[in-house]
């Protein structure tokens, strides 16, 4: 089984929407902290699981410098954007995202 995994920093901003008060609801920033863990049994005829620059494509070029509640059509939650990363990336089998310091989200498959 090969693996790779492409660590990413975006600088990103959203709001959430949630059934309680919290001050999380007010536009706010983060610089993200994102890895992304692909596998593949077999390598590709480059000899890749999957290029990192096609990972930065999918995730960097959409995300960065964005309101993410502009850009997602779910509640942009470290948990939600970690399942779309799995579900965007070829072969991903991991994403964990880092909001801020001692807050992590992870999915995997």
Not at 78 to 91: F, G
């Amino acid at each position: 089984m090969y693996t790779v995994t492409k660590r990413l920093e975006v600088s990103a901003s959203h709001h959430l929407v949630l059934d309680y008060a919290s001050k999380c609801q007010n536009l706010h920033g983060h610089n993200w902290i994102i890895h992304v863990t692909c596998q593949a049994e077999a390598l590709d005829h480059n000899g890749m699981v999957v290029d990192f620059k096609k990972i930065k494509e999918l995730v960097h070029s959409k995300m960065d410098h964005q309101n993410l509640n502009d850009v997602f059509d779910f509640n942009p939650t470290a948990e939600n954007i970690a399942k779309w990363i799995c579900d965007t990336v070829p072969n991903c089998v991991r994403a964990e995202v880092q909001e801020s310091e001692g807050n992590v989200a992870i999915y995997e498959v």
